[in-house]
């Protein structure tokens, strides 16, 4: 990747993706899971660009959606339908009408409320609404809190007796056919007996719902696998694949896996460049002309990004890398040791493809950054540069 070129062509703050990454980490979670019947439903709340939905569509990959308007970029993307989950713990009536009428593959419920929700707006529209039903499992994912899911704390699913009654609900009404079940107990998962662990007590689960002529047809063990950010040791997704497979004997199940991070995360590059350098009293702080609004994982989760200054400086000291936004929680890392800088070096942060730019706003004015794709040593731009008449697009009021 020419960081300098690129950063030149596009101007900074600027989002570089790998596409080739993208691809490999794809091939290599679909392989792990060869020899079952499988779909890879990627997470298009991690990065929900159009042109990363497609390229992963033009894989095979379907996409897991957590509101109405990602169904529509997997749509307009061109996955195919019946590989789009609608997940989310609180779906609209506008959403779930909408769902239902693209006809996609399932929408999964979080709650006996919604359940009955969904089926009144099936019944309006004279249809079956496939279905599958987030469970709860009560595990803990030993992540951060912030992005565990699935313990009884969480506001996420539902426990297994409820999901039985809603079973029990679904198969006897006209309007509802239940052909999933869902569990996702976190995100950046490093350690596999927890995923083991859920996945066995679902699976029995499903064995149990056998019984009484539920027939589960998709078992969809969310995504969570971990990225290497700084020196985590990482699941293989061969032992991922056969952690869950080797709870699912004796059931006929497709596995849908719903990676976000995994396939996205290390192939993405945020370029930063430095503005100025100054020190307060004892405290050395490099200001970049990216911040929080564009990349806000530091400040939100104390998330630790890898960070190099581009340039030829031996004379390293410890600062904090900080933007110009007016929060002091606006910060990419504290006491790094970093070379000295002058104005206009490239700062990399890496690992930055995953809940970086969807989670960008517009706070203080700041336009969304520029997205690049690099795909056989050929870039070229996805996104470009909003701008202050994008900004206030949506404003009116001022004008009467
Ligand atoms: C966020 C989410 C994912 C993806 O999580 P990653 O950690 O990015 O893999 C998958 N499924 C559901 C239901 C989610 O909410």
Do not use: W
């Not at 066995?200 to 990225?227: E, M, N, P, Q």
């Not at 970049?288 to 104390?302: C, E, T």
């Amino acid at each position: 990747m020419n960081f300098n070129y690129l950063a030149k062509k596009y101007g900074t703050p600027l989002y570089l993706y790998d596409f080739d990454h993208f691809k490999n980490q794809y091939l290599k979670l679909k392989e792990a899971f060869a020899g079952r019947k499988s779909i890879i439903s990627y997470a298009v709340k991690a990065n929900s660009n159009l042109s990363v939905i497609k390229h992963f569509a033009s894989l095979g990959s379907g996409a897991d959606c957590v509101s109405i308007g990602e169904v529509k970029r997997a749509l307009l993307a061109g996955v195919n339908k019946y590989k789009i989950i609608f997940s989310g713990v609180g779906k609209r009536d506008d959403e779930i009408k909408e769902a239902l009428i693209k006809d996609i593959l399932m929408i999964n419920v979080e709650s006996e409320a919604e359940l009955a929700r969904v089926e009144a707006i099936a019944k309006e529209l004279g249809k079956i609404a496939r279905i599958s039903i987030r469970v709860n499992p009560n595990i803990d994912p030993k992540t951060h809190p912030y992005i565990s899911t699935g313990l009884h704390e969480n506001k996420f699913g539902v426990d297994i007796e409820t999901a039985k009654k809603m079973y029990i609900f679904a198969k006897k009404s006209e309007f509802l056919n239940p052909v999933g079940i869902h569990f996702h107990i976190g995100s950046q998962l490093t350690q596999l007996e927890p995923i083991k662990e859920a996945s066995a007590i679902v699976s029995d689960l499903v064995r149990s719902l056998k019984a009484i002529d539920v027939d589960i047809k998709f078992f969809d063990i969310g995504g969570g696998l971990g990225i290497k950010y700084k020196d985590e040791k990482l699941i293989e997704p061969y032992d991922y694949a056969q952690a869950i497979l080797s709870t699912l004997s004796g059931l006929d199940v497709t596995v849908i896996c719903e990676p976000g991070r995994f396939l996205v995360g290390n192939g993405g590059y945020f370029i930063t460049k430095v503005l100025y350098e100054k020190v307060n009293a004892d405290k050395r702080f490099v200001i970049v002309d990216g911040a929080m609004n564009d990349l806000i994982r530091p400040s939100l989760y104390k998330a630790y990004h890898k960070i190099e200054v581009l340039n030829e400086n031996n004379e390293k000291s410890k600062a904090n890398i900080v933007g110009p936004i007016c929060e002091s929680g606006d910060f990419f890392a504290k006491n790094i040791e970093v070379p000295k800088t002058n104005p206009g070096d490239l700062v990399v942060i890496y690992s930055a493809g995953a809940y970086g730019f969807t989670m960008a706003s517009n706070y203080n004015t700041r336009p969304r950054v520029a997205e690049v794709a690099v795909e056989n040593e050929k870039e070229r731009l996805i996104r470009r540069r909003e701008t202050f008449e994008d900004l206030i697009a949506c404003e009116i009021d001022y004008l009467v």
